[in-house]
């Protein structure tokens, strides 16, 4: 078992994406690309430190001059230039400097976070991503999309800086909560329905085998969406065009995961937000009442949500909202519409009484 995917950036080899069962061979990867006695420094928090710091640091100790850590405390709290200063201090502290590493060994948080301080840190430093969410794994980790929130605002400040590798191991996925697993399905489900039937078919027919993790299915996924996230972002790698598709249910899913005061998880409010995008898809007779349906089945059947009735906020609230979102272009919400499913489009033209339909649809009112 084990696969590679390749990512290209301007034509070139850029970085490669290890898909593994352990982290027996990350050692061995890192030597290939020349880390050998430089300095390493994992950055974990304070959830995946418990788990796997140690592992990782008696891994690498023995190919590291130096190998330090630095753990933050878990959540979306943590993800801000407060946390990243703290890193910066640790990082001059131990005296790194343009050619040692950092590692990013966590979910979704995790390698924002380094990301953005690999990218900032002496105007860039080389980092790795060791992705331990299925979230990570098959989206946040690809594609070099760092960043941090900046007060209530989401990704606000960030940088397109690309790893130098990122590292699966898809066995960690066993120490997730299911509601975790189920808030990465929610990506992996989009993938299908922006640009490939078959990986869609996939999933509504393997959904009891996927639920269970059982790891070849699991391998059949991550792979899959590596590839579908892979060709996206060597298309369009600093979000010009295309690769505003990967946004589909995130514009309404960014505004409620906001209000929600991120109680609820980044992957059920992007299933609220494909419902959402769905139905407006089916309004717009791009596809069908019945297409509309088996989105919605296959959504329900990862355990995640397609309706907030509870909301503590009004249709018009999340509309506002969705104003507030850095993908907003000369003051127009880009929204991705489903053509059919596994063909997604970019559409500026939808006006808020259309939204307003969407939202109130998924809102049950």
Known sequence: ????????????????????QNFQTLPEKLKELGYENRKVCIVT???????????????????????????????????????????????????????????????GVVGDLTGFTAATYLRGIDFVQVPTSLLAQVDSSIGGKTGVDFMQYKNMVGAFYMPKLVYMNLSVLKTLPKRQISSGMGEIIKHGLIKD???????????????????????EIVFGSCEIKRNVVENDPKEQGERALL??????????????????????????????AAYISWKLGHITKEQLAMIEETIQSYNLPIRIPEFSHGPEEILAATKLDKKMESGKVKFIVLKEIGN???????????????????MGV
């Open 45 to 107: 928090d304070s959830n995946v430190g418990k788990l796997y710091l140690e592992e990782i640091q008696r891994l690498l100790e023995p190919i590291f001059s130096k190998c330090i850590s630095y753990t933050f405390e878990a959540g979306e709290a943590s993800k801000n230039t407060d946390t990243v200063g703290k890193v910066y201090e640790h990082l001059i502290l131990n005296s790194f400097d343009r050619k040692d590493l950092l590692v990013a060994l966590g979910g």
């Open 1 to 20: 078992m084990g696969r590679k995917v390749t990512v290209n950036y301007e034509q070139k080899p850029c970085y490669d994406i290890e898909i593994q």
């Open 247 to 276: 946004n589909f249910g995130h514009t309404l899913g960014h505004a409620i995961e906001k209000l929600s005061g991120f109680s609820m998880y980044h992957g059920e409010c992007v299933a609220v937000g494909m419902a959402g």
């Open 344 to 362: 997604a489009v970019i559409t500026k033209e939808l006006t808020d009484e259309e939204l307003l339909v969407g939202i109130s649809y998924v």
């Open 197 to 219: 039937t078959s990986y869609f078919s996939y999933l509504q027919e393997n959904s009891e085998k996927i639920k269970a993790l059982d790891m070849e299915s699991m391998e």
